[in-house]
C-alpha cells in the first residue's frame, strides 16, 4: 500500500514544485496579476460601503439578470472583483489570493484572467438562462432571482481551481472540488451554487476544446512526417 506522503506526491507534486520554483526565482513579483486583483478587490470593498461610492460600484461592477445583456456583458470583468455585501470581505480576498496567485504561477496571467473571465460569464450568462427555465426546472431560476447582485470572484474560483488541477493531473482534487459544488448545489439549489457548476461547465469545455486541438495538430504532425499533406481546418 502506497504511503500518504506518496499519494501526496502523485496527486500534488507536479502542482507544489511549479508553484514553489515561481515562488522562489521570483518571489511575491511572481504573480503580479493576482496582487492588483486583490488591492483592486479591497478598494471595490470600500468604496461600495461608502455612501458616496456606492452608485459608481454598482454602475461598473454589479450584474443583475434583469439588466440589458449588454451592459451585463461589460460589467462582468469588473464584477468578479466586487465582493458580494452580505458575505465577509476577508474571504473573497483569500479566495483571489490563493487561487488566482497559484493560477498565475501557474498558468501566467493571461491564460488566468481568459479562464477566470470565461468561468465568471458562464455563470452570468446561466443566470438568463435559469430564469427564462423557470423554478420547475432542474435547471431553473425564480423570477425573483433576476434581481440579485451577482458579483464576486467565487465562479472564476471554482473555475480556475478545476483547471490547474486539470493542467498538472491533480485529478482526485479536481473530483472533489466537482463533487462539492454538486453537493453544494443540490443542498442549496440557489444563484450561486448553479452559476458554480455553469462555471465548471464551462471550464470543462475549454479542456475538451484543447484536447481536441491538441490532436488535431498531433495528427497533421504524424502526416507531415509520413509525407502525406496536412488536413487543413
Known amino acids: 500500500m502506497r504511503s500518504?506522503?506518496?499519494?501526496?506526491?502523485?496527486?500534488?507534486?507536479?502542482l507544489w514544485s511549479t508553484v514553489r520554483g515561481?515562488?522562489?526565482?521570483?518571489?511575491?513579483?511572481?504573480?503580479?496579476?493576482?496582487?492588483?486583483?486583490?488591492c483592486l478587490t479591497a478598494l471595490f470593498q470600500y468604496l461600495?460601503?461608502?455612501?458616496?461610492?456606492?452608485?459608481?460600484?454598482?454602475?461598473?461592477?454589479?450584474?443583475?439578470?434583469?439588466d440589458p445583456l449588454w451592459v451585463s456583458v461589460l460589467r462582468t470583468p469588473l464584477s468578479l472583483f466586487v465582493p458580494a455585501l452580505d458575505l465577509p470581505v476577508w474571504g473573497a480576498l483569500a479566495q483571489v489570493l490563493i487561487v488566482l496567485g497559484i493560477a498565475e504561477i501557474c498558468l501566467g496571467w493571461r491564460s488566468t484572467l481568459a479562464i477566470g473571465y470565461v468561468a465568471t460569464l458562464a455563470g452570468t450568462l446561466y443566470a438568463r438562462l435559469g430564469i427564462a427555465?423557470?423554478?420547475?426546472?432542474?435547471?431553473?431560476?425564480?423570477?425573483?432571482?433576476?434581481?440579485?447582485?451577482?458579483?464576486?470572484?467565487?465562479?472564476?474560483?471554482?473555475g480556475l481551481?478545476?483547471?490547474?488541477?486539470?493542467?498538472?493531473?491533480?485529478w482526485w482534487t479536481a473530483g472533489v472540488v466537482v463533487?462539492?459544488?454538486?453537493?453544494?448545489a443540490a443542498m442549496k439549489p440557489n444563484l450561486a451554487?448553479?452559476?458554480?457548476?455553469?462555471?465548471?461547465?464551462?471550464?470543462?469545455?475549454?479542456?475538451?476544446?484543447?484536447?481536441?486541438?491538441a490532436a488535431v495538430r498531433h495528427r497533421?504532425?504524424?502526416?507531415s512526417g509520413s509525407g502525406v499533406p496536412p488536413i487543413r481546418s
Open 22 to 38: 515561481g515562488l522562489v526565482a521570483k518571489r511575491w513579483p511572481a504573480a503580479p496579476m493576482t496582487l492588483g486583483a486583490v
Open 48 to 66: 461600495q460601503n461608502q455612501s458616496w461610492g456606492y452608485r459608481f460600484v454598482q454602475d461598473v461592477g454589479s450584474v443583475r439578470a434583469e
Open 133 to 158: 427555465l423557470g423554478p420547475d426546472s432542474p435547471l431553473g431560476l425564480p423570477a425573483s432571482d433576476a434581481q440579485i447582485v451577482d458579483n464576486g470572484p467565487s465562479a472564476a474560483v471554482v
Open 193 to 213: 451554487g448553479k452559476e458554480h457548476l455553469a462555471a465548471m461547465t464551462s471550464v470543462a469545455l475549454v479542456v475538451v476544446a484543447r484536447w481536441a486541438f
Open 220 to 223: 497533421d504532425t504524424e502526416r
Open 4 to 14: 500518504a506522503a506518496a499519494l501526496a506526491r502523485a496527486e500534488w507534486g507536479q
Open 161 to 170: 481551481a478545476v483547471y490547474v488541477c486539470w493542467r498538472h493531473r491533480a
Open 179 to 184: 463533487a462539492l459544488m454538486m453537493i453544494e
